[in-house]
């Protein structure tokens, strides 16, 4: 074995060199990886070897460039280009055997061998464009030569891990080896290419795929028009795009590269990628609690218990049941419990029907899910959570219940989503096992967890629903107990003023516009007719105190109605309504306010900067471990825009002094309601950001 340098080693299996890469945790491209692997190649190159095998150990292949050198300057180091050019220039073939993930700048090098070979688990992607990138390492140029324009489109716009087997179906894997037997697969790959004498196949010279697509420019207007929805506001997914353009319409494959450079270089330098990367950190991040270390023990969760039938409910136990645990909802009325089993079954029909899920995946997941009318039935779950409606005395008296059924260390979780959880647990003599859990809705969809601690949960209780959070897919983010805790509170100031500011002569279509414009995927108003106007709202004691009370008596309810702020075609299409333009303008008459014009830029800070306040009073408080914490509970939760970072980051993009002066100023004109929370006034004077707070 010849140690090529603390990364990478080189040994021989027969005619075979084998160039081992072990750079913890995911084998990014750091310089000391390129390094390795250029010498390696090298070295593999000036033996007698007939073929090398490029292989990874832990836990994946290369997972992509090192995320964290952007920025930074030359290194000095081996580029991944010159990498890819001694690999691609080999005279033996180079085999790139494949396990975990080869994503980014490790697909992109993978790309480089004349061979791929991968264990059935293996996926494969170029997830630049989530990063705000592309992939600037030759992906935009070498893909679709292999896979085709078509699909290389759908791969770099949506970042998708492509399975091995599908992989091996578009052509992007060679041949698919034993699970567990890479090492040996591929060896046997390589001594076989050796064997037939197969070329050494440059993907760069490959050009026939891209002729197919040579004239049809039909094929790029068809994909942008039928995902402009799904790119608006994202500029990575149009440089993706023109990337592939550039493939097929340039002379030269050199010529490709020099148009991926440019454009790679002006998303690197744009301010959507730097809040992209921020973002990639930020989610990490929330997984780390300063005292509760990562080797914390976890409780073990073969069975979970869900106490409630309704929307939450069955949403909650679809994510148990799809990561395949068995889970019991338990409700008090039969009705209730056959309606909520009744519409998880139909979710999943309706997955299926769309070609999501075989009817044996439906079987399977609806088979472990079951109902009781029985309590009882919880008494062997090792976590149950209670999702039934917001009342304090019904919560308390089930908590109370569940401490004398359930067995000793089994996790007590509420999905409240603003009660006071230790009051919660206050009704049973084992608070330590108490947890919030709040879902957002639809719960099976959306992938926000706020995991709420309460004053005296354990810290393994903590370790085990963050654990847990991540393999049931969602994102787990630790908050402190508070009246609506991280996410709600601070969209109550949003709300609270677009509100105001309809009152003030902004009507809702211009409010909505305006955040719509900024990133959010609707406006409140919007928002509040799809949810329905009439929740919460009840008939008997509506005196048209609101304009939501004088809709909801004119059976204006919201698009299940045909109207509510806005009116609505019978393809749901919603229209400004003059109607609710005079029931604002009476409603401001009734109470004096005189209307006046009030600008888009103040619709935006009005809403905005109250809730960037509300954040900084979160942080202060310690309801949220750090500032980045909070943007990843609103990028999951309430579509904040991925490429503004999230509201502590914009804030900080944008300055706290500005954040400030607008806050005093709204303050000396409208009140003590828009008074600037302590820390951002600290941070100001101090010429800190809320980056840099720490608790
Ligand atoms: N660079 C640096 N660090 C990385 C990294 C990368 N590309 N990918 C992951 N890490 C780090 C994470 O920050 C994390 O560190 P901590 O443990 O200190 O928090 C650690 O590796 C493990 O990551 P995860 O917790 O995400 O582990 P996972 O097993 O759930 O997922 C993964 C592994 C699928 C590889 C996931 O980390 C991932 O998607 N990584 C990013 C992949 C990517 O986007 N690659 C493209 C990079 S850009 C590029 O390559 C540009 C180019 O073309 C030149």
């Known amino acids: 074995m010849t140690e090529i340098n603390p990364v990478t080693t080189l040994t021989r299996e027969g005619d075979v060199a084998v160039l081992t890469l072990n750079s913890p945790p995911v084998n990014a491209l750091s310089a000391q990886v390129r390094e390795g692997l250029f010498n390696g190649f090298k070295a593999a190159a000036a033996s007698d070897a007939k073929a090398v095998v490029l292989i990874c150990e832990g836990r994946t292949f290369i997972a992509g460039a090192d995320i964290t050198e952007f920025g930074g300057g030359p290194t000095g180091a081996a580029s991944v280009d010159d990498v890819q050019k001694i690999m691609e220039s080999s005279p033996i073939p180079v085999i790139a055997a494949i396990h975990g993930t080869a994503l980014g700048g490790g697909l992109e090098v993978a790309l480089c061998a004349h061979y791929r070979v991968a264990v059935p688990s293996a996926r494969l992607g170029l997830p630049e464009v989530a990063l705000g990138l592309l992939p600037g390492a030759g992906g935009t140029q070498r893909l679709p030569r292999i ?58 010279a490959n050009n026939a795929r891209l002729e197919a697509a040579k004239g ?151 088979g472990l899910i079951t109902g009781s009318l029985e309590m009882s039935a919880l008494a062997d779950v090792d976590l149950v959570i209670e999702a039934v409606f917001e009342r304090m005395d019904i919560k308390k008296e089930i908590f109370a219940k569940l401490d004398g059924l359930c067995r000793p ?21 084992r608070p330590q096992d108490v947890i919030g ?53 601070m969209l109550k100031q949003r709300q609270n003023e677009a509100q105001k500011l309809m009152l003030e002569g902004a009507m809702p279509w211009d409010i909505d516009r305006v955040l719509f414009d900024f990133g959010f995927p609707m406006g409140p108003f919007a928002m509040s007719d799809l949810a329905g106007l009439d929740v919460g709202w009840v008939k008997e004691n509506s005196k048209s105190a609101t304009v939501r009370d004088v809709l909801c008596e004119m059976d204006r309810r919201g698009q299940k109605t045909g109207a509510g702020f806005y009116d609505y075609d019978a393809e749901r299409n919603a229209k400004p309504s003059p109607v609710t333009e005079g029931i604002i303008k009476d409603f401001m008459a009734r109470t004096g306010a005189k209307p006046r014009a009030v600008s888009d830029a103040e619709i935006l800070e009005r809403t905005i900067f109250p809730l960037i306040n509300e954040g900084a009073k979160i942080l202060e408080e310690g309801k949220a471990i750090r500032a980045s914490d909070i943007d990843v509970v609103w990028v999951n939760g309430y579509g904040w825009p991925v490429y503004r970072g999230g509201p502590m980051y914009y804030a900080d993009q944008i300055g706290l002094p500005k954040v400030l002066a607008k806050m005093q100023e709204f303050q000396a004109a409208m009140g003590d309601e828009f008074k600037p929370a302590s820390l951002l006034e600290r941070l100001v004077a101090e010429g800190k950001t809320f980056a840099d707070f720490k608790v």
């Open 147 to 204: 896979v085709g324009v078509e699909t290389a489109l759908e791969m770099m716009t949506s970042g998708r891990h492509v399975p091995a087997p599908e992989a091996a179906r578009l052509g992007l894997v060679d041949e698919i080896v034993e699970e567990g037997g890479l090492r040996e697969g591929a060896v046997a790959f390589a001594n076989k290419a050796v064997a037939e004498g197969k070329p050494l196949v440059k993907v760069s």
């Open 216 to 366: 049809h420019p039909e094929i790029f207007a068809a994909f942008r028009k039928a995902n402009a929805r799904k790119f608006r506001g994202f500029v990575a997914p149009e440089s993706n795009i023109r990337c592939i353009e550039a493939a097929v319409n340039s002379a030269t494959f050199a010529e490709g590269m020099a148009e991926e450079h440019r454009l790679f270089r002006e998303l690197m330098a744009g301010p959507q990628s730097a809040a992209q990367r921020y973002y990639f950190f930020a989610e990490r991040q929330a997984n780390k609690i300063p005292d509760v270390p990562a080797d914390t023990p976890v409780r073990p969760i073969r069975k979970v218990g869900i106490i409630g039938a309704g929307t939450m409910g069955g949403g909650i136990a679809m994510n148990f049941a799809n990561a395949g645990i068995p889970v019991v909802i338990v409700e008090v009325q039969e009705v209730a419990l056959t309606r909520g089993l009744g519409v998880v079954r139909a979710n999943y029909e309706r997955t299926a029907s769309r070609g999501g899920l075989t009817a044996e995946q439906v079987a399977t997941r609806t």
């Open 409 to 429: 260390g089994a996790i007590l979780a509420t999905n409240t989503s603003y009660l006071d959880i230790d009051e919660i647990a206050s009704a049973t003599k």
């Open 437 to 489: 859990m709040h879902f957002f809705s639809p719960a099976n969809v959306m992938k926000l967890l706020e995991v709420v601690r309460a004053d005296a949960t354990a810290k393994d209780v903590i370790a085990t629903v963050m654990k847990f959070a991540k393999q049931i897919g969602k994102i787990g983010v630790l908050v402190g107990v508070c009246n609506g805790f991280v996410g709600n509170r």
